[in-house]
């Protein structure tokens, strides 16, 4: 027992910076990315002699923190907006118009749509694991991909920055 908790730690060790950042990516906000993460370390951990012998455990934890984001969007309380609270912003960041920007265009594409951008290229997964991890057929992934990508490229050709030029091409 002593070795499943060692084996634990040290897999939430190696991925807990991953964990967030896509679980930021997923929602848009890092306290909740924070709760996110929490509990899906929780349930891998209530599981964790069944996940350990999985072939990819990353595949089984990104389901899981998949899963409990769309539970926590279905909450009542987390329909509710505030407008005047602005994501945290890296200090390290080039160009924080654009990503305000990129952030604000993600946010509002619908949950599936969102999930398939961040596993596909933030998360680097093929279309295979994507659609594995979602559920869903190699095609809706696709389809899901082409139709976000669209939408932010319509959506971010209006962006301008303060000189006045285009923020993408």
Not at 46 to 57: F, Q, V
Not at 64 to 78: G, K, S, V, Y
Not at 95 to 106: G, H, M, S, T
Request: net charge neutral.
């Amino acid at each position: 027992m002593a070795t499943d908790a060692l084996a634990y730690q040290d897999y939430v060790a190696g991925r807990l910076q991953w964990l967030r950042r896509t679980a930021y990516l997923l929602c848009g906000d890092w306290h909740t990315a924070d709760d996110l993460v929490s509990i899906t370390l929780t349930k891998l951990f209530r599981r964790w002699h069944r996940a350990s012998t999985l072939d990819n455990i990353d595949a089984y934890v990104w389901r899981a923190l998949l899963n409990t984001w769309l539970d926590e969007r279905r909450r009542p309380w987390r329909r509710e907006r505030s407008v005047a609270v602005l994501p945290d912003v890296a200090a390290a960041v080039p160009d924080p118009e654009q990503r305000l920007a990129l952030l604000a265009c993600l946010d509002e594409l619908p949950p599936r749509r969102r999930a398939v951008l961040v596993l596909r290229y933030f998360c680097d997964l093929s279309v295979r694991d994507t659609a594995e991890a979602l559920g869903c057929s190699e095609g809706t992934v696709k389809s899901q991909a082409s139709d976000a990508l669209d939408t932010l490229r319509v959506r971010l050709a209006g962006a301008i920055n303060f000189e006045g030029e285009p923020l993408w091409t």
